[in-house]
C-alpha cells in the first residue's frame, strides 16, 4: 500500500512540473483562452482577437504573416518605407501608422491584443495591463531559431496556429536553398563591415551577426571582438581591413544626417587605404536590420554583396502562412 502511495506522489510530481506553453480555458469561461507568454506570464485572450496591435515594426510584419490586414488596429509609421518595410503593400489597407504608442492612443484603439517585444519598457507594459488589455510579451530575435519560436508564440496568441506552422515551412525551405547554394563556394570566406549609424550595433550575438553568418560573410565587427551592444570604433575598422563595407541603401524617409553620415564617415583620412573603400555595397536596411520571417531575403541580399548576384530576388515578398 505505501509503494503504491510512493508512485502515486512521484507521478503528480511529474505531471505538475509538465506545463505547457498553452492552456486552454474556453471549457470554463466561453471564448476565452489563455497562453503563457515569453516571460511566463498567463494571459488571456478572445477566442480569436481582431483588434491586434504590436508595438514595433518587426512584430507588424511577422503578425501579417499569419493574420490578414483587416485583423490589425494599426501598424508602424514607417510601414509604408520599402527601404525599411516588408509591408508596404498591407500596410495601405491599414490606416492608422504610429511611431510611438502612448496609453491615450492605445485607449482609443482599443485592441483585443497588444503584442510587445522584450525590446519594450516594462513600465509600458505594466501600464497597458493595469488599463485591462490583453499583453503578451514575445522574445525580440536574435536568432533564425528564436525569429520561428516567436512566430509560432504569435500564431498561437491570435489562434492561427496552421498558418505559423506554413511561415516557418518556408523559412526552413528557402534556408536549405541558401546552404545548398553557399556549400559548394571554395573561395575564403570574404569580411564585411556594416557601417551604422547606430555606432554599437552589429557584434556578436545579435540577428546581423547571425545573418552575416547564414551568408557565408565574415561579420567583421564580430572577428574584432566586438559583441552587439559595444562601440565601434574606427581604430577597430582600420585594423580589420574588411574586404567590402556594408551601408544602409538610400531611403525615402531618411534624413539630411543620415545621408551625410555615410559621406562624413569615408572621409576620414584614418580609413584611407582600406581595402573595403573601393567595395561600398549599399544593402537595404530590410536586410541589415532584419528580424523576422523575412531574414531569409536578408541573408540572400548580404550574400549577393558579397559574391554578386548568386540569388534571384525578382519574386522577393512577404512570407505569408494563408
Known sequence: ?????????????????????????????????????????????????????TLSLGFDVMTLGIVPPDRLVAVHKTAPDPGISWIVEESRQIPVKLYFYPFETVLKLKPDLIIASTWTKPEMIQGYRDLGFSVIVCKGPDTVDEVKKTILMIADAVNEQNAGVRVITEIDRQLDEIAAELKNRKEAVPVGMLVSQMTSYGGKGCMFDELCSKARVCNGIAKMGL????????????????????????????????????????????????????????????????????????????????????????????????
Open 1 to 53: 500500500m505505501l509503494k503504491k502511495f510512493l508512485v502515486f506522489i512521484f507521478i503528480s510530481f511529474l505531471l505538475a512540473g509538465c506545463t505547457s506553453d498553452k492552456i486552454d480555458i474556453s471549457m470554463n469561461n466561453g471564448n476565452v483562452r489563455a497562453i503563457r507568454d515569453y516571460e511566463g506570464t498567463i494571459v488571456e485572450l478572445p477566442e480569436k482577437p481582431k483588434r491586434i496591435l
Open 227 to 322: 559583441y552587439n551592444g559595444q562601440f565601434v570604433p574606427k581604430e577597430l575598422v582600420v585594423a580589420c581591413d574588411p574586404d567590402f563595407f556594408m551601408v544602409s541603401a538610400p531611403r525615402q524617409m531618411a534624413t539630411e544626417a543620415s545621408r551625410n553620415f555615410q559621406l562624413e564617415y569615408f572621409n576620414d583620412p584614418a580609413l584611407q587605404g582600406l581595402r573595403g573603400l573601393n567595395n561600398i555595397t549599399n544593402i537595404p536596411d530590410r536586410y541589415l536590420y532584419s528580424a523576422t520571417q523575412n531574414c531569409v531575403y536578408a541573408i540572400k541580399g548580404i550574400a549577393n554583396a558579397a559574391y554578386g548576384n548568386i540569388f534571384d530576388m525578382s519574386n522577393e515578398h512577404l512570407i505569408k502562412g494563408y
